[in-house]
Antibody, heavy 117, light 107 residues
């Protein structure tokens, strides 16, 4: 069965760039949209953006100036880059699969990223 | 598009019928999903397209609504159902937005 796994540093310094990768195993990355969603401690879900298998990305307007999502279909993974991070970017970051960019039917377990010096 | 859920917290007992409401700031037709999130876990989709039950989700969960007002109903609350529930709209190519969540607690 298809599984998603986030990977990347758990600690990032303020003003630096947060970079995460989501590896897709057990199935192809093609024919779906791939999404990043985050959840600050004790807070609700915040959609960051998604990317199609062809590389077309859509971002949350509130994060758009700092976010890049990319996809590597050859290696079955996609990535998140968030620049100029502050403590407000501390959150559990989830990667997820989406059919046609509608909703997420499959999620990774999430990875906590803390922004601190 | 802003999504507003009510209530923010709900206290209920096993066997109760529970209803959560989600309102959109503009019409989203039926492009709405509901998720359940247990503590420390990733969310799980329950309902999509306002009323379609995701495969494997118990039939005690149901969704209804269109336009700007939607409801998630749990017909008979079970122990596994104590969790936080989120609505999510996917109407626009400008992206998604989530409600703030409704925590269902044991009364």
């Amino acid at each position: 069965q298809v599984q998603l796994q986030e990977s990347g540093p758990g600690l990032v310094k303020p003003s630096e760039t947060l970079s995460l990768t989501c590896s897709v195993s057990g199935g192809s990355i093609n024919d779906y949209y791939w999404t990043w969603i985050r959840q600050a401690p004790g807070k609700g879900l915040e959609w960051i953006g998604y990317i199609s298998d062809s590389g077309s990305a859509t971002y949350n307007p509130s994060l758009k100036s700092r976010v890049t999502i990319s996809i590597d279909t050859s290696n079955n993974h996609f990535s998140l880059s968030l620049t100029s991070v502050t403590a407000a970017d501390t959150a559990v970051y989830y990667c997820a699969r989406s059919l046609l960019g509608w909703f997420s039917d499959l999620w990774g377990q999430g990875t906590l990223v803390t922004v601190s010096s | 598009i802003q999504m507003t859920q009510s209530p923010s917290t709900l206290s209920a007992s096993i066997g109760d019928r529970v209803t959560i409401t989600c309102r959109a700031s503009q019409s989203i037709n039926r492009w709405l999903a509901w998720y359940q999130q247990r503590p420390g876990r990733a969310p799980k989709v329950l309902i999509f397209e306002a009323s379609s039950l995701e495969s494997g989700v118990p039939s005690r969960f149901s969704g209804s609504g269109s336009g700007t007002e939607f409801t998630l109903t749990i017909s008979s609350l079970q122990a596994d159902d104590f969790a936080t529930y989120y609505c999510q709209q996917y109407n626009t190519y400008s992206g998604w937005s989530f409600g703030q969540g409704t925590k269902v607690e044991i009364k």
